[in-house]
C-alpha cells in the first residue's frame, strides 16, 4: 500500500527502530509509548486489520504473537506479565490501517481497558 506509513516504515522508506525482522514479520518500537516497552510487531504482508484475515493467514497470525513472545521474554518480561494488544477499528481505537500486535510491558495494566 502506497501510503501505509508501516509499509514504509518495512521498505525502510520512512525511519523506524526496528527491533526484529525475518521473512514475514518485522517489529518495530512504539514511537508514542504507552508502556517502558512498547512494541509494534507486524507482518510484512499488508493486511489492514484483523477482519480482513483469511484461514490462509493463521500462520502468519500465529507467528506476530510467537515473536511477540520472544521478545517480551529477551526483554525479561515473562514473570511478571506483559500486555499483547490488537485494536481493530474506530471503536477499538486503530490509527494506522495495517495488522499489528501491541506488546507492551514494564508496568501494570489495568482490566478492563479503557
Ligand atoms: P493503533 O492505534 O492502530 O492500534 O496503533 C498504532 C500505533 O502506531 C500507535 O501506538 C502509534 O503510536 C504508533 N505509530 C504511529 N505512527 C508511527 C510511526 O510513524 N512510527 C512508529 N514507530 N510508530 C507509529
Ligand atoms: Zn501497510
Redesign the pocket.
Known sequence: MDNC?FCK?IKRQ?P??IVYEDEEVVA?????P?APV?L?VMPRKHLPSLKEAENSDGPMLGRLFTVAAQLARERQLEARGYRT?I?NGPWA????DHL?V?MLGGRVFHWPPG
Do not use: F, P
Open positions: 506509513i516504515i520512512q523506524a527502530k518495530i518500537e512504539d514511537i508514542r504507552q512498547h509494534l494488544v485494536n481505537g486503530q490509527t494506522v499489528h501491541h
